[in-house]
């Protein structure tokens, strides 16, 4: 079974178990005298400790990465990976450009080695963020940081689908920091400055990704944006974590769309021209 379900089915069953346990100890107690407000303080601190529990087992519960994007996390010839406080840092050969990752929701931030190696081996230092609950929405400040700690020419943002999103709001909010704007079936739901350059890169398969929403964001979009659609790509191949519940049936392989995803990324940030599948 998926991370998803599983952590919902948990939530459920501890909400049950704590209902079915306190109307059984009311039934067993129910002669006493003066215990009405005894069994409702115990049905109160019974529900409230199967739903902690309820919400450890969901947010324990995520995406993990694959054995391929771990076995992209080792070091090569040209880039070494540490990892820090805010989660692991590519470090190439490059000393001018650095972009900084936003994972998606509920998904272990490693899946995204594939595509952060290949950047950093092309001169392009990576910073893969960690995510408190492996929620973007957690830590979308956490970019500050690391922009505080290190010294670049050129910075850059981006994410995967939620952690794109709260990457779109942090250059929202951050347009005079930041250079440009990856993301990977994601979109703005706040105007881009123009600052900014931008590519969006989607796959066709996705059915993850609200394209209603999508294609009404293009309005939030700087001036110097481009698209860049992977055909037979999806919503999971932007990372390496196995299926992703919902989504469509890829009509190419992982790595063919890692290596289209990191194109459009490298495109962007060496500010060449960028097309459909470059």
């Known amino acids: 079974m998926k991370p998803v379900i599983i952590s919902s089915i948990a939530l459920v069953v501890s909400l049950i178990i704590a209902a079915c346990a306190t109307t059984w100890l009311a039934k067993k107690r129910h002669k006493e005298k003066n215990s009405r407000g005894k069994w409702i303080l115990i049905f109160c601190m019974l529900t409230v400790l199967f739903f902690v529990l309820g919400a450890f087992a969901y947010f324990g519960t995520y995406y993990r990465a694959t054995k391929i994007a771990l076995k992209n996390m080792e070091n090569t010839r040209y880039v070494t990976i540490t990892r820090d406080a805010d989660g692991y840092f590519f470090d190439?050969?490059?000393?001018?450009?650095?972009?900084?990752f936003y994972p998606g929701a509920k998904v272990d931030e490693r899946a995204y080695a594939p595509i952060l190696l290949t950047m950093a081996e092309e001169g392009v230092d990576c910073f893969m963020v960690k995510?408190?609950?492996?929620?973007?929405?957690?830590?979308?400040?956490?970019?500050?940081?690391?922009?505080?700690?290190?010294?670049?020419?050129?910075?850059?943002?981006?994410?995967?689908?939620?952690?794109?999103?709260?990457?779109?709001?942090y250059a929202h909010d951050h347009s005079d920091m930041l250079d440009g704007v990856v993301l990977f079936a994601a979109f703005p739901t706040k105007p881009l400055d123009d600052s900014l350059r931008l590519v969006s890169v989607v796959g066709t398969k996705d059915k993850v990704l609200n394209w209603k929403s999508y294609r009404e964001s293009r309005k939030n979009w700087p001036k110097n944006a481009s698209e860049v659609r992977i055909y037979g790509g999806n919503h999971e191949q932007f990372g390496a974590y196995g299926h992703q519940k919902g989504d469509g049936k890829p009509k190419i392989k992982a790595k063919e769309q890692f290596a289209m995803a990191a194109d459009a990324a490298l495109r962007l940030?060496?500010?060449?021209?960028i097309g459909e599948n470059n």
């Open 131 to 169: 995510m408190p609950l492996h929620l973007a929405i957690t830590g979308r400040e956490k970019a500050t940081n690391i922009m505080r700690h290190y010294a670049y020419e050129e910075w850059f943002i981006g994410g995967h689908s939620l952690g794109g999103a709260m990457a779109a709001l």
């Open 92 to 100: 190439g050969p490059g000393t001018e450009k650095a972009f900084i």
């Open 269 to 273: 940030i060496y500010n060449m021209p």
